[in-house]
């Protein structure tokens, strides 16, 4: 039926998710069909399964990549590094750990949307923040690893 409505021009793109690892060899073949126009996955720093398969074949496909859970349900922001720390990243415009985590996420060009989940405004506009350039580059990247492993 959604797919008829795409046809229809009334769905504009059709897209699968899943939260679980145990179920990507059944997202790729869903991915793998040409029936879909993108996909949303977890992925965060502690959560990285992703890395190896699902985007490197998203990339492939051109499929949109919409990352949910990108500071890991909120875990992740309960173990911050301290503001010098976080110094080395604020020519990335990053000033919270959160920016950090969000930036992490949106510096890999196979990742398109990151979806924070947050009731607060103050939390909502930082957040809208880490999704301006500059992206990390690979020393970054590995910059914010190595805090979240620290911490």
Sequence with gaps: MIERLRDEGRVLAIG???YSSLSFLELRRV?????IAAIQIPYN???????????PL??????GVVIMRPVGGGGLLHRAPSIEELMPLKPF??????????KWILSDPRCHVAIPATSSIKH???NAAAGDPPWFNDGAREYVLQLAQKH
Aim: zero cysteines; aromatic letters at 2%.
């Design 93 to 102: 415009g990053v000033n919270t750990w959160p920016q950090a985590l969000l």
């Design 31 to 35: 991915m793998e069909s040409g029936r």
């Design 16 to 18: 699968a998710t899943h």
């Design 58 to 63: 998203a990339a492939d496909l051109g499929l």
């Design 124 to 126: 909502m506009k930082e």
């Design 45 to 55: 720093i502690e959560q990285r399964e992703v890395e190896n398969n699902i985007l």
